[in-house]
């Protein structure tokens, strides 16, 4: 009987969770809220009260969880050294004069950003500034442009490094370095997915996206060189972590000096965009760590109630292959995606489809499989942050384009999460797609 109350305790926070995040409360304060009652309701207040005494410094006071504050400071840098224009530049050089190539060079040049930035919000808003005033001129429909800036925007949390992909990591205790490669080639398939799908728009809907002259070799070549510090940056991270030349926290804080060094030398970032981007980071990094600590006390209230791991045996007996269980999973969190905040809605879940995970028969081994269902997890938030009618990138979008209506975006977007479906499913029934790299080590 008691175990049977606290399942129901761990079902009634789940779901009071989301119903407070409709209310608009914080998700922070949502799972704080919710968790620190549950775990009251099960365990008692004084345990409440000496858990939360040790919780904020043993999860705080660890070398590891540095990493994430650098990697924002090197996305902080990237920004405020002009990184955008310039990576937006170079991929206009090469593709600007293909059919729909002002919106092909914008997600290229989301790809290239998001490779030290990490963020899906922060790219799109970033690559906007850039590529959408260039688009409007050259007469674009709205739909195509907004649509395009909005998908482009999700590499910034599929190509690595990712930070929802660290805090993955951390919370699976996996290798960031296997993680940040068995990314690559699902974010490469992601990029020219999306160019193919621009390409076909601009053939079925014609006038949509103007042609523009084809750049001089010497063009592309100025360009380009403009654009080289990301691709020493990038190379130097993934392989560097990966080939274990350094820890993670370590090839963040190169990754930061670099983009700092390229940022002052070839960005003219000064003292005071040098504040600019420590303060942004930190209030970023204040953010996160607020929503890591309310999604660790849920964490722990979750475990006292033993609702994911009841749920795991019941699901075990359900006469399905692992794959379709796997599959309703992908679903659950692209619904999420379009209501939620990514970090948020992924450390919210973890703690329930991990022990489902591990209880399934995949054919792979604990650590393959960990990897290979956190690339999916990353994919399926990426497709609800442009799934209409609530994905979090269409918004942001649309209040950058303030003239142009959502409808008119969520058009624009329909042929990228077409894509992204299928991207999800090929990477669901092959997973070579994405341990292929990381078994090469």
Avoid at 315 to 332: H, S
């Amino acid at each position: 009987m008691i175990a049977l109350e606290r399942f129901d305790i761990g079902i009634l926070m789940f779901v009071g969770v989301l119903a407070i995040i409709s209310w608009r409360m914080s998700v922070a304060g949502a799972m704080l809220l919710v968790g620190g009652l549950g775990y009251a309701a099960i365990n008692g207040w004084l345990p409440l009260l000496s858990t939360l005494k040790t919780m904020t410094y043993s999860k705080f006071a660890n070398h590891s969880m540095s990493v994430l504050p650098l990697f924002l400071l090197m996305g902080e840098f990237a920004s405020r050294g002009k990184m955008n224009s310039r990576l937006f530049r170079a991929a206009l050089s090469w593709f600007g004069h293909w059919r729909g190539g002002l919106a092909v060079a914008a997600i290229g040049g989301s790809a290239a950003f998001g490779a030290i930035c990490g963020s899906s919000l922060a790219t799109a808003a970033t690559m906007s500034r850039v590529a959408l005033p260039e688009m409007r001129k050259a007469g674009y429909s709205p739909a195509l442009a907004t649509g395009t800036l909005a998908a482009g925007g999700t590499l910034g949390i599929l190509i690595p490094p990712s930070i929802i992909l660290v805090i993955y990591a951390v919370y699976t205790e996996q290798s960031v370095g296997a993680l940040f490669v068995a990314a690559v080639i699902p974010g490469l398939i992601a990029m020219l997915q999306y160019m193919l799908v621009v390409s076909l728009y601009a053939r079925i809907v014609p006038g949509s996206c103007p042609s523009i002259p084809r750049a001089s070799w010497r063009e592309r070549l100025v360009a380009t060189r403009g654009a080289w510090p990301i691709v020493v940056v990038f190379g130097l991270i993934v392989t560097g972590i990966y080939r274990g030349w350094f820890s993670p926290t370590e090839g963040a804080g190169v990754g930061a000096f670099l983009m700092l060094v390229f940022a002052v030398v070839q960005g003219g970032m000064r003292f005071q965009g040098f504040l600019e981007s420590v303060l942004g980071a930190g209030l970023t990094t204040a953010m996160m760590f607020l929503i890591m600590l309310a999604a660790e006390l849920f964490s722990a209230a979750l475990a006292s109630s033993q609702m994911p791991a009841e749920l795991a045996r019941q699901v075990a007996t359900i006469d399905a292959g692992p794959y379709t269980i796997i599959l309703f999973v992908v679903i659950a969190y692209i619904i999420l995606g379009c209501f939620m905040e990514s970090l948020a809605m992924v450390l919210l879940t973890l703690p329930v489809f991990i022990p489902l995970l591990l209880t399934l028969d995949l054919g792979l081994s604990k650590d393959a499989s960990l990897v290979w269902f956190g690339i999916l997890v990353l994919m399926s938030v990426e497709i609800g942050m442009i799934t209409p009618p609530f994905g979090l990138n269409l918004f942001l979008i649309n209040s950058m384009a303030k003239d142009v209506p959502i409808k008119e975006t969520y058009k624009g977007v329909l042929g990228f999460c077409a894509m992204d479906i299928v991207r999800v499913v090929l990477v669901l029934f092959i997973p070579a797609l994405c341990l292929w790299l990381p078994g090469l080590k």
